[in-house]
Every structure is written in structure tokens, then in C-alpha cells.
């Protein structure tokens, strides 16, 4: 079991801006997402199981799993509980998220990392990655995507989820957010991009969470409607080769 938090090791992307939500950061996250009638664990199963279902199809059992940008730790018992993963990396830049993450899950095999660089390349079966990348000015965006690649071993899988950039929906929730206000959201296209000019196969791209509450005897549908842009959030799978 391993639950000390790590210290930098490298350069810092940010300034560590979120340290001043970090104590709000999931009431105003809930906050936000009230118009959808579900809080922000609907959302994180909900990604978490649509990426087992992919895993499930490539026969594809992820050992060790890096959480990019892990905030509170929100999702970090998923792992363990969908995707079946032994050990965690929770990797954030905010000092204060993290320091909460760790306090709330240090009872499990994970290691809380501070900053973008750590002693990891080439030691992850699968990346994680949700909302994080439309914080991150542009120009970095495909530096950070190499990096993570560079996390990776050979045949690992990236999972990055994002608000959808052509959703009215995603758009306004993060209206309603205020860390998230002058955030750049992508477009799965641009996504897809991103990662095959960092080396990555694109394997697939999926379009999640339609319907609101009201209207969740629609989501059975969601699966059949998942490679339309229509979903607030999407996943873009990428494989890094051999």
C-alpha cells in the first residue's frame, strides 16, 4: 500500500490554480451539473463502464492505471471496482486536490503523485484522462499528449474523455462552473488528431450521456447512438504501438 504524496519532479504546467477551488471543487462540480438531474458519480461510473466495455472487447485487463489530473480522487475506487486494476498512479498539479485525494483514498494501493513528470515511462498499461485537457493551453496540448504516451507501455491504451466542444449542453454546464469558465473544450475531431500526431492508433471514439434525468427512459439507446457526435462527453481510445 502506498499513500504519501510525491513531490514534484519536474516542471509544473500550471500554477497550481486549482488549489483555491480545491476545497469547493466538488460542490461547485455538482453545482454545476444540477440541470442534468444526476451528480458527478453518475458521470464518473458512467465513463468508467463504457471503458471496461471497450477493454472487454479488445480482451485488453490494464494491471496499472495512471489517473491524469485525478482531482479530489473521485474516481480512483472505480478502478478498482469496474476496470479491475492492482495498483493506481493519481497524478495531479493542484497540491491541495491532491492532498484531499490522498486523505480520502490512501487506505488503497495507490500512489499520489504531484506534477506532470515522475520516474514512470513505459510503466502504465492504461491512461486515464477526463476533463483535464481543455484546461491546458493549446500550444501544450500535444506535448502533454507525448508525455503521456511516454507513460505507457508498449500495446497500453489512452482513455481521454472530454466535453464534447459541439454539444450545447456540454457547453452550458461548463458555464455554470466556475473552474471551468475560459476553458477551451475540444472537438472529437480535434481529439483524434491530437493523439495520432502524438503516435498514438486511434482505436475509437465513443459520444456518452445524451439524455438528462428526465428523460432517462431514452438511455438504452445511448449505446446504439454512441458514434454520434450527439453526447455531452466523449472518449477517444488511442494505442501506442509497439
Same mark, same amino acid.
Given at each position: 500500500?502506498?499513500?504519501?504524496?510525491?513531490?514534484?519532479?519536474?516542471?509544473?504546467?500550471?500554477?497550481?490554480?486549482?488549489?483555491?477551488?480545491?476545497?469547493?471543487?466538488?460542490?461547485?462540480?455538482? %453545482?454545476?451539473?444540477?440541470?442534468?438531474? *444526476?451528480?458527478?458519480? $453518475?458521470?464518473?461510473? /458512467?465513463? @468508467?463502464?463504457? +471503458?471496461?466495455?471497450?477493454?472487454?472487447?479488445?480482451?485488453?485487463?490494464?494491471?496499472?492505471?495512471?489517473?491524469?489530473?485525478?482531482?479530489?480522487?473521485?474516481?480512483?475506487?472505480?478502478?478498482?471496482?469496474?476496470?479491475?486494476?492492482?495498483?493506481?498512479?493519481?497524478?495531479?498539479?493542484?497540491?491541495?486536490?491532491?492532498?484531499?485525494?490522498?486523505?480520502?483514498?490512501?487506505?488503497?494501493?495507490?500512489?499520489?503523485?504531484?506534477g506532470p513528470a515522475f520516474d514512470g515511462r513505459g510503466s502504465c498499461d492504461l491512461v486515464?484522462?477526463?476533463?483535464?485537457?481543455?484546461?491546458?493551453?493549446?500550444? %501544450?496540448?500535444?506535448?502533454?499528449?507525448? *508525455?503521456?504516451?511516454? $507513460?505507457?507501455?508498449? /500495446?497500453? @491504451?489512452?482513455? +481521454?474523455?472530454?466535453?464534447?466542444?459541439?454539444?450545447?449542453?456540454?457547453?452550458?454546464?461548463?458555464?455554470?462552473?466556475?473552474?471551468?469558465?475560459?476553458?477551451?473544450?475540444?472537438?472529437?475531431?480535434?481529439?483524434?488528431?491530437?493523439?495520432?500526431?502524438?503516435?498514438?492508433?486511434?482505436?475509437?471514439?465513443?459520444?456518452?450521456?445524451?439524455?438528462?434525468?428526465?428523460?432517462?427512459?431514452?438511455?438504452?439507446?445511448?449505446?446504439?447512438?454512441?458514434?454520434?457526435?450527439?453526447?455531452?462527453?466523449?472518449?477517444?481510445?488511442?494505442r501506442k504501438g509497439a
Amino acid at each position: 500500500m502506498v499513500n504519501e504524496v510525491e513531490s514534484d519532479r519536474g516542471r509544473n504546467r500550471s500554477d497550481a490554480g486549482f488549489d483555491r477551488f480545491a476545497h469547493q471543487y466538488d460542490a461547485l462540480l455538482e %453545482e454545476s451539473l444540477q440541470i442534468t438531474g *444526476e451528480d458527478k458519480d $453518475y458521470f464518473a461510473r /458512467g465513463r @468508467l463502464e463504457w +471503458l471496461a466495455r471497450r477493454l472487454a472487447e479488445r480482451r485488453f485487463d490494464p494491471e496499472t492505471v495512471l489517473d491524469f489530473g485525478c482531482g479530489s480522487g473521485s474516481t480512483i475506487p472505480l478502478f478498482f471496482e469496474i476496470l479491475g486494476a492492482r495498483r493506481v498512479i493519481a497524478l495531479e498539479d493542484s497540491p491541495e486536490l491532491l492532498k484531499i485525494a490522498a486523505q480520502t483514498h490512501g487506505d488503497r494501493n495507490v500512489s499520489f503523485v504531484l506534477g506532470p513528470a515522475f520516474d514512470g515511462r513505459g510503466s502504465c498499461d492504461l491512461v486515464f484522462c477526463s476533463a483535464v485537457f481543455h484546461h491546458i493551453p493549446h500550444a %501544450e496540448r500535444p506535448n502533454v499528449a507525448r *508525455e503521456i504516451r511516454g $507513460y505507457l507501455k508498449p /500495446g497500453g @491504451l489512452f482513455a +481521454l474523455w472530454e466535453h464534447n466542444g459541439w454539444s450545447p449542453a456540454a457547453r452550458y454546464v461548463m458555464s455554470r462552473c466556475e473552474f471551468d469558465r475560459g476553458a477551451r473544450p475540444l472537438s472529437a475531431l480535434s481529439a483524434r488528431r491530437l493523439l495520432r500526431e502524438a503516435g498514438f492508433d486511434v482505436v475509437s471514439t465513443d459520444f456518452l450521456f445524451i439524455y438528462p434525468r428526465f428523460l432517462r427512459l431514452l438511455r438504452w439507446s445511448e449505446r446504439l447512438l454512441a458514434r454520434l457526435p450527439l453526447g455531452a462527453q466523449f472518449q477517444v481510445l488511442g494505442r501506442k504501438g509497439a
